[in-house]
């Protein structure tokens, strides 16, 4: 009688470990820092280019606002290396001294945007960088040289962030950890209800 009590409690101590540990591994994702990844596309002229932001308050502050539609401003060049003009509303600042590089975009003066197709140096905050395109490349669909460039931003479709999804949450729908919503995920680390989840 004594074993059978003994074996009981091996099993009860055993399965709640094991629970403990699934609950563990539901809550940890596998990559950390892709719950804050978030993109932004830029359009010119038909053609769109997706800007990897950085982390910070002006790039929260910008995607709140691009939550509301797309924004689409005139930007003009200025010195041979950028792009650059006033979005219209301000966003938090946290100026450094960056060594601009193409395909930099940043926050000048708290409501101009500016994004490099060349090199400058100076204080800004950072928003983020276009990835992929050479210089030339970054001249030629920024329409560098050119005045009045009619420049759109806007969220890739269907993207949320993370912190609003359980707002959005009462059909039971799964999100990926970079915020898109997906239906019948069958496999990998997903946002439900929002907690995250390991199928």
């Given at each position: 009688m004594?074993?059978?009590?003994?074996?009981?409690?091996?099993?009860?101590?055993?399965?709640?470990?094991?629970?403990?540990?699934?609950?563990?591994?539901?809550?940890?994702?596998?990559?950390?820092?892709?719950?804050?990844?978030?993109?932004?596309?830029?359009?010119?002229?038909?053609?769109?280019?997706?800007?990897?932001?950085?982390?910070?308050?002006?790039?929260?502050?910008?995607?709140?606002?691009?939550?509301?539609?797309?924004?689409?401003?005139?930007?003009?060049?200025?010195?041979?290396?950028?792009?650059?003009?006033?979005?219209?509303?301000?966003?938090?600042?946290?100026?450094?001294?960056?060594?601009?590089q193409p395909g930099d975009v940043v926050l000048y003066s708290d409501s101009n945007i500016c994004i490099f197709y060349g090199n400058n140096s100076y204080s800004y905050t950072r928003l983020g960088k276009i990835e992929g395109l050479s210089a030339a490349e970054l001249k030629a669909f920024l329409k560098g040289g050119q005045s009045n460039i009619s420049v759109t931003l806007s969220l890739p479709s269907g993207a949320t962030a993370i912190h609003n999804i359980h707002q959005a949450s009462e059909d039971d729908a799964h999100y990926t950890l970079n915020g898109f919503k997906t239906t019948r995920p069958t496999h990998g680390i997903y946002i439900r209800n929002g907690k995250k989840i390991v199928l």
């Open positions: 004594k074993f059978r009590h003994y074996l009981l409690l091996v099993a009860t101590m055993l399965f709640a470990s094991c629970s403990a540990a699934d609950e563990t591994k539901a809550e940890t994702p596998a990559h950390p820092t892709a719950i804050n990844s978030q993109t932004m596309n830029i359009t010119i002229d038909g053609v769109t280019h997706a800007v990897t932001l950085t982390g910070n308050a002006a790039t929260n502050a910008l995607v709140e606002k691009l939550r509301q539609g797309p924004v689409t401003v005139s930007l003009n060049t200025n010195g041979n290396f950028e792009i650059w003009g006033s979005l219209g509303f301000s966003l938090p600042t946290s100026d450094e001294y960056i060594n601009g």
